[in-house]
């Protein structure tokens, strides 16, 4: 059966890249920024303000769809998009890196993790089998291949076998993905047309790096994550290995940066070739009382805009920003009221993916390096105000 998923580069300005991502569930047009629905939801948000924000794209968290309502009970109610009422496209991670942030809650051997519920504390196994298997029923439009999640700072040999256990499993995620595409086996997969992107590992060690993109080219996926990066390494390190492991990947396939980042990050990291972002910072940031404007971050708790008439952002088009002050968003904040968390994260979002819809433009006009050094610019004012 021919697969529903492709990618096509539309136009490029340096390294910079438009493209189109065609899923069963419709385009996403990149590059493009993942907004985290970690329980089949965006944290305060409802799917139409999602819609709003101009979102083509969610991530949901296996882990804990898995964990809770259960991956079988939301295959029996038609997938992830029809169970959650999302039309459109999703990606889900592997599971793995919650299961790895568990600690002293997990065991990890060659056939994969054994992990003790953060919910009731009941036993657990994910192998890279399972999870394929897990995402197969829940239908993501990409799912991502099981790989070893280190943390930051690992040593080169400790490294090194964790990116070569990562290389064995996408070898058995892919396997076992591609029997269930060709009709194999008892797992009921709810999206025919899912893809399955691998995951390069290495640390910040760039011969690593080089190891984990050939190994894993070589298996053949229909997208590439570079993973393992934004987990505290210096920002520097970050933009090099990006530069680096990016020259080694296909041009012809989708590049996805797991977990990056702020928005200097996604313009930066843009400007190096990658097409694909997720990250909590807007969503959980915005919870916290932080927002993101284009004249850098301001503190709505802080007590200077205590009578502040003005929008959050002046620049912003947003519902948050058309309708309330500065001075009300901030009393809200104080009073702990619900609406704070979904007024901020709205607005957050629409920062972060109205950024993204600007930077396809520049890079439409040939004009992303000037977008990216005023963008830049303005960044580096705004932290002063915070
Ligand atoms: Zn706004």
Request: charged share 25%.
């Amino acid at each position: 059966m021919p697969s529903a998923f492709s990618f096509a580069v539309l136009a490029t300005d340096g390294n910079a890249r438009l493209g189109e991502l065609h899923t069963p569930h419709g385009v996403v047009q990149t590059p493009a920024f993942m907004p985290v629905g970690t329980q089949g939801s965006v944290k305060a948000m409802r799917h139409r303000d999602l819609e709003e924000a101009g979102a083509q794209i969610i991530l949901g968290n296996t882990y804990h769809l898995y964990l809770r309502p259960g991956d079988e009970l939301i295959a029996r109610r038609g997938g992830l998009h029809r169970f959650i009422g999302w039309p459109h496209p999703i990606l889900t991670d592997s599971g793995g890196y919650q299961v790895f942030s568990l600690a002293e809650r997990r065991k990890i051997d060659e056939q994969g993790a054994e992990f003790r519920s953060h919910l009731d504390g009941s036993l657990h196994r994910l192998s890279p089998e399972s999870a394929v298997d897990i995402q197969a029923r829940l239908g993501s439009d990409i799912a991502m291949v099981l790989d070893e999640c280190l943390a930051y700072p690992a040593s080169r040999d400790e490294t090194a076998h964790s990116m070569e256990r990562s290389v064995r499993w996408a070898e058995r995620c892919r396997a076992r993905f591609v029997d269930i595409r060709d009709g194999g086996g008892d797992v009921g997969p709810t999206n025919p047309g899912q893809a399955q992107f691998g995951i390069l590992q290495g640390g910040v060690f760039q011969d690593l790096r080089d190891q984990s993109a050939d190994a894993t080219i070589a298996i053949g996926f229909e997208g590439y994550a570079i993973g393992g990066l934004s987990v505290g390494e210096p920002i520097d390190l970050m933009y090099a290995v990006v530069s680096d492991t990016v020259r080694r990947l296909p041009t012809d396939r989708p590049r996805y940066l797991m977990g990056a980042g702020t928005p200097e990050d996604l313009v930066d990291c843009v400007a190096r070739g990658i097409d694909m972002f997720d990250c909590v910072l807007p969503t959980r940031n915005a919870r916290n009382g932080q927002l993101f404007t284009s004249e850098g971050r301001i503190n709505i708790k802080n007590a200077r805009y205590a009578e502040d008439d003005g929008p959050v952002d002046p620049a912003c088009g947003c519902y948050t920003c058309r309708t309330h002050s500065r001075a009300y968003l901030r009393h809200l904040y104080l009073a702990g009221e619900m609406t704070a968390g979904s007024l901020n994260t709205l607005h957050n979002l629409t920062f972060y993916l109205d950024t993204m819809r600007r930077i396809r433009e520049a890079i439409s006009l040939r004009t992303f390096d000037k977008f990216r050094q005023e963008f830049l610019r303005s960044a580096s004012r705004l932290s002063l105000n915070s």
